[in-house]
């Protein structure tokens, strides 16, 4: 979910809402993985709901031209009764699904992958036989502002519960969730607007003289204090560091700031060691590629250009590229485009600098160019994993490939389609990442099968397939994986998800397999 860019906490801005009331129940089989026993679970979708404000915080904003789908269900066992009203069985304290399990294909056939926030747990639920706990969670998914129209698919997944046999709990056990469940969505045409009330004005003096003059004296005082603020403040400002705000969440207002001392003033060495020690707890700049694009610490929100700009010289890190480099790159010439002024490029370059730091990114006065500094990325730290894992035992290479997949959340650069992303497919960088990431999916599933865990396998396999939703390879794994596994009832499952996304002649290709 791309939640890199987002309104500063506190910041005023319009509301658009729009609620789909469906009020549809479903019921979902529950089966205990080690016995057997199914059960069903009485899913309800009450209603969901477009909103530009965060369903987990309010105070912050959807990216620009995006919406939040927010989900609200609840869930309660069907129990299976004997005739006793004291007597029954059913399944409870279930973890929430996983995020993984939601899908929204959006009517123009594009998927978009759910958000899980704020499980609760039910494992001390004394009400377990009205809330099994499955749902007990915030779903949403960031779609275009433009939807209005679509389908939610809930798919088999697993987690865990508790079986109950006549109102007495055992062990939790892992349950696979059944499916898949299909929810048809529409949402009106028109957004709701809401315009945040005004900022109520103070009230106003009184007219009398003595009125007036403590108004002047107090107006006065203020004055004096801002003047001794700023004056102070400018005298500091070489000794303290920016305050940073992450680009996702509001500012963290009880991390103390340290004073750092003047560098150019003679010191003693327990005041050098004392600095050394506070530079080297500065933060690392990050910039995340292997899904939504993010960035922190950031002191500013970025604009679209800027995070191209920190994105472009992360990603290409081996030399400094010049401004004119960054400028082809980032403002590629179109037929319909226009192209932009040096100076133009250059207050970007300088904006760019604001959102990162001068540490970050050092003026290119008397150098060859701009390159970021004291920075790392998902991408890097992907390769090195897999480079280890290709040199490390097969115990170790497993547990290296699964923290480098872990690294992918999403298709990288995932709904970053403007134009000044443009050089993430002129310079195939895209598809050398969902190249490297699929082909690691395909070993660490190869290696799951070798030690017969075909569980993780398949959960891995569904992991490359966030990234490259139509790749036949992973599919045909995937297909292989399957029809090992004892549970036939997934092979028409897997059909159906196959077809929403394959051609015809690839689902029939992957049907071959089952003759071998």
């Known amino acids: 979910m791309s939640m890199a860019w987002v309104t500063p906490a506190g910041a005023s801005f319009a509301k658009e809402t729009a609620v789909d009331s469906i009020e549809q129940g479903f019921r979902v089989p529950i089966t ?4 057997g026993t199914t059960m069903t679970s009485q899913l309800v979708v009450a209603s ?8 987990i915080n309010t105070r912050l904003n959807a990216p620009t031209g995006m919406i939040f789908l927010t989900l609200q269900m609840s869930s309660g066992p069907i129990q299976r009764s004997y005739g006793n009203p004291l007597w029954g069985d059913y399944f409870s304290g279930l973890k929430p699904m996983p995020a993984s399990a939601l899908r929204y294909v959006a009517a123009s056939g594009r998927s978009y992958m759910a958000t899980r926030s704020n499980p609760i747990d039910q494992t001390n639920n004394p009400n377990g036989a009205s809330d099994d706990g499955m749902v007990d969670a915030t779903y949403f998914f960031t779609v275009p502002i433009t939807n209005r129209r679509g389908t939610l698919i809930i798919s088999p997944t697993r987690t865990t519960g508790v079986e109950y046999h006549g109102f007495t709990g055992f062990a939790p056990v892992v349950l696979d969730i059944g499916g898949p469940t299909k929810v048809d969505l529409v949402f009106p045409k028109n957004l709701t607007v809401t315009v945040p009330s005004p900022t109520k ?5 009184g007219d009398t003289f003595g009125n007036k003059l403590n108004l ?3 107006m006065l005082a203020g004055l004096l204090a801002a003047f001794v603020f700023l004056r102070r403040r400018r005298a500091k400002r070489s000794h303290r560091p920016g305050p940073v705000f992450m680009v996702d969440s509001p500012p963290d207002r009880n991390v103390p700031t340290h004073d750092v001392p003047n560098e150019s003033a003679p010191r003693p060495r327990d005041a050098l060691a004392k600095v050394a020690r506070v530079v080297k707890t500065e933060e690392t700049l990050r910039v995340d ?3 939504p694009l993010t960035i922190s610490p950031v002191n500013v929100p970025p604009s679209d ?3 191209a700009i920190i994105a472009y010289l992360a990603i290409n890190a081996e030399r400094p590229y010049t401004l004119d480099e960054i400028q082809t790159a980032v403002w590629p010439l179109t037929d319909t485009g226009t192209d932009i002024k040096k100076p133009a490029m250059r207050n970007y370059m300088v904006d760019v600098r604001k959102v990162v730091g001068a540490r970050h990114l050092p003026t290119a006065s008397g150098r060859a160019g701009y390159q970021l500094k004291d920075f790392t990325t998902d991408w890097s730290e992907f390769q090195v994993l897999r480079s280890q894992a290709a040199k490390s035992s097969s115990e170790e290479a497993k547990v290296l490939r699964h923290r480098a997949l872990d690294l992918s959340t999403g298709p990288p650069f995932e709904a970053d389609t403007r134009r000044y992303f443009t050089w993430t497919f002129t310079l195939s960088v895209v598809y050398k990442m969902i190249e490297a990431i699929t082909t690691l999916a395909r070993e660490l599933s190869r290696d799951l099968v ?4 075909l569980v993780a396998s398949e959960a891995v396999l569904r992991q490359g397939l966030l990234v490259d939703p139509v790749s036949l390879t992973l599919w045909e794994d995937l297909t292989d994986v399957l029809l090992e596994s004892t549970d036939k009832s997934l092979m028409d499952l897997h059909w159906k998800s196959a077809s929403l996304v394959l051609r015809a002649e690839d689902v029939g290709l992957l049907r071959n397999r089952v003759n071998g």
Do not use: K
């Not at 004005?201 to 003096?205: G, I, R």
């Not at 070798?450 to 865990?453: A, I, R």
């Open 32 to 35: 205990n993985s080690e016995d």
């Open 48 to 55: 969901a709901t477009l909103d530009t404000a965060s369903p």
């Open 201 to 205: 004005s103070l009230p106003v003096a």
């Open 216 to 218: 002047f004296a107090t």
């Open 289 to 291: 590629v292997l899904g």
């Open 305 to 307: 250009p800027v995070r």
């Open 450 to 453: 070798l030690t017969g865990d």
